[in-house]
């Protein structure tokens, strides 16, 4: 009674968020059957005009796709199966040749069959954008989805994943690609040769360095490496010249860092020149010596918008932050700690004045 009451509520309303190309099923406390049978009913009141192009059916006790999904929702652009008790997507896929993105997280996934056969074939493996797998027990990359030559957001975070395949470079369309919360020790090089990758998230695995053959990612906006075993960074990461963002907290590069500011400090001459410049303090050539005034006159502006700090520092480049534990976003160069850039890089700390929430208004120095 319950289950067929719950089924003639969401059949007097198409659910919350929906519209007329959306069904929303989420949440509904029934049967895989009860839900199959109200999928069919539901797909012949809106066949026609009101075809269904976004089907949501997170949450529920799915254990197979419905049998009929692609008979009866041809259209179909998008698809929500997460959270629910998936140990496979069937060949029910194959059918749905129109959809672009798939979100499956949080289900059982990743043992033998997960995928189905003549994935790699299918029409869904040319038209697929976006597919989120997170959150199942994926030990590797299945191949089939190494074939998805359209697929411009891949993620698998919080999976068993060991490894990278260098296939992954067959990815070309990829623009985003989440690999956190795995086991992963080692970035292969291939990774470079994806043109369009603009994010990429690998923080939380055992990664314990970076190719610099990432330099070459031109496209890339933002890194996430933070909770990782790197001991330093290659220098070739400077080329990366629309880099915004790079996470670095959790690795020990990170506390050697913090150890070389224990054991040299910026000098008081640094720290009273950023005192006057960051308060503004008013000066003129007749006040001060001219090495003084020369010094000042050397300082620059700490590129990050939110970031009210100087620094007089040449070797500091003028492009990237880096995240800092949390709380503190610095140049990059201070984090170059590889045996080509050695302690003098990082003697140019500044203290960060950024609202955001994750910084701090507390001076590293």
Do not use: W
Request: charged content about 20%; overall charge neutral.
């Amino acid at each position: 009674m319950e289950e067929a009451g719950a089924a003639a509520a969401v059949a007097a309303g198409a659910g919350p968020g929906a519209s007329e190309s959306e069904l929303n099923l989420s949440r509904l406390g029934v049967s895989p059957e009860a839900l199959a049978l109200e999928l069919e009913v539901r797909a012949e009141e809106r066949r026609g005009s009101r075809e269904t192009q976004r089907l949501l059916l997170p949450h529920n006790r799915l254990v197979s796709l419905p049998r009929t999904l692609g008979a009866s929702f041809p259209q179909l652009q998008l698809l929500d199966v997460s959270g629910n008790g998936l140990v496979a997507l069937g060949p029910e896929l194959l059918a749905l040749r129109c959809l672009r993105t798939l979100l499956a997280k949080n289900n059982r996934l990743g043992g033998p069959g997960s995928l189905p056969k003549g994935l790699a074939q299918a029409p869904l493996c040319r038209t697929l954008q976006v597919l989120n797998l997170s959150g199942n027990c994926f030990q590797e990359l299945p191949p089939a989805l190494l074939e998805m030559r359209a697929l411009q957001t891949l993620s698998l975070g919080g999976n068993q994943l060991h490894t990278i395949p260098p296939e992954i470079e067959n990815l070309r369309s990829l623009e985003f690609l989440y690999l956190g919360g795995n086991f992963i020790r080692e970035i292969p090089p291939e990774l470079a040769n994806l043109p369009s990758l603009n994010h990429l998230v690998l923080c939380d695995n055992k990664i314990q360095s970076v190719p610099p053959q990432l330099a070459q990612l031109n496209s890339l906006r933002s890194l996430s490496l933070h909770n990782n075993l790197l001991t330093y960074l290659p220098r070739e990461i400077l080329s990366l010249v629309h880099l915004q963002e790079l996470s670095l907290r959790g690795n020990p590069l990170v506390v050697r860092f913090v150890r070389d500011l224990t054991y040299d400090p910026p000098t008081l001459l640094e720290l009273a020149g950023r005192t006057i410049k960051t308060r503004n303090i008013a000066y003129t050539p007749c006040d001060l010596p001219g090495n003084l005034v020369r010094y000042l006159d050397l300082a620059s502006n700490c590129p990050n918008p939110k970031c009210g700090g100087v620094y007089f520092d040449c070797c500091v480049r003028q492009i990237k932050f880096v995240d800092f534990c949390g709380k503190y976003r610095l140049p990059l160069m201070h984090y170059l700690c590889s045996p080509e850039c050695s302690s003098p890089c990082s003697s140019a700390s500044h203290s960060s004045t950024s609202q955001s929430e994750s910084d701090s208004e507390d001076e590293i120095c």
